[in-house]
């Protein structure tokens, strides 16, 4: 049996001793001190907004010896997260845990960790027993480059990795032979990021510069590059530029893209949208702010152009297509 409980509920400490309760998610709710309890059917346990302190987290570990899911979102008053004696676990969430100053997982069968750090606070993380980890997202993470290569040396089956805003992370390489998934956003600090991923599928990357040239992007299904200035009102691109450099290695980045299988390229600029079918000379408007979207074969063009059209609503859109495609040009 579920059970949700919202804001201004204060909750009966019987609710805690309810075996048949299989997934609770407490929002906004008065929680008493947890003791003497016994949730032993319980699968997903979402605590949101609440203050809580390391006893009552430590109570409610014990008391659930099948959880499988853990989320906390928003909590106050907990300073330090552990966990252990979990065999079941297979997701933790932290999100935004304003006093949080250390998290230690002992979850050897854990397999996605999502950690959203309150923006620069400092804090210490030990996964170095979550060997089985296939999902790691961190965002506003003040983890510096070793750290970072230390954990990412414990996570061999790591399927799915997400940096987000880990402005402290500076050259770092990924290598990793079941990596499927990268995602790398607004890491401002990243000068370097050498990727060694051989059956890498997806790539998503949004900053200001291209700090992954190393990253051979032929076994690709798909990838999003979003490149935009921190700062607004910057002047267009030239030859003279700066940027030019970084620009024409991303120009080289997308021809080496298998385009024979079926994949579309889609450049925006502005609200103007040029469309490539196997594209052959890619042109790139020199443009600080530049969306490349490298779409999977499986989506039709079709549904691409009514996506494009509801979603983005250029004011132009331009198709460069075969002979054989039913784009309208």
Avoid at 20 to 40: H, W
Avoid at 52 to 61: A, K, R, S, Y
Avoid at 62 to 90: H, M, Q
Avoid at 170 to 187: F, G, V
Wanted: hydrophobic share 35%; glycine share 4%; charged share 25%.
């Amino acid at each position: 049996m579920p059970l949700d409980l919202r804001k201004g509920y204060s909750l009966p400490q019987c609710v805690f001793a309810a075996r048949t309760i299989t997934a609770l998610r407490v929002n906004g709710c008065k929680l008493g001190p947890c003791n003497d309890l016994n949730l032993s059917n319980l699968q997903k346990l979402c605590l949101g907004k609440l203050r809580v302190n390391e006893q009552m987290i430590e109570n409610l570990i014990r008391a659930c010896p099948l959880l499988e899911d853990f989320r906390l979102i928003y909590a106050t008053g907990l300073k330090v997260f552990k966990v252990s004696n979990l065999p079941k676990l297979k997701r933790i969430d932290l999100h935004t845990c304003s006093e949080l100053k250390e998290v230690n997982l002992q979850a050897p069968n854990l397999e996605t960790f999502w950690y959203v750090v309150v923006r620069y606070r400092s804090y210490k993380i030990d996964l170095s027993t979550c060997n089985a980890l296939k999902s790691l997202t961190l965002e506003d993470a003040t983890l510096k480059d070793e750290s970072f290569q230390n954990h990412l040396s414990c996570f061999p089956a790591l399927e799915k990795l997400v940096l987000s805003k880990c402005n402290f992370l500076k050259n770092i390489t990924i290598s990793s032979y079941e990596l499927k998934t990268l995602i790398l956003r607004e890491c401002k600090q990243l000068e370097e990021a050498d990727i060694i991923s051989p059956n890498l599928l997806s790539f998503e990357y949004k900053g200001e510069k291209m700090p992954f040239t190393s990253l051979n992007p032929s076994s690709l299904k798909e990838a999003k590059l979003y490149f935009k200035p921190s700062g607004q009102g910057e002047p267009r691109l030239s030859n003279e530029d700066n940027h030019t450099p970084w620009f024409a290695r991303l120009q080289g980045f997308l021809d080496k893209f298998d385009y024979s299988r079926g994949l579309k390229l889609v450049v925006r600029s502005d609200k103007n949208i040029v469309i490539y079918e196997r594209p052959k000379g890619i042109f790139l408007p020199q443009v600080y702010d530049l969306k490349l979207d490298v779409v999977k074969s499986s989506v039709n063009l079709e549904d691409l152009l009514d996506y494009i059209l509801r979603t983005w609503r250029p004011l132009t859109l331009s198709s460069l297509s075969t002979s054989r495609s039913r784009l309208p040009k």
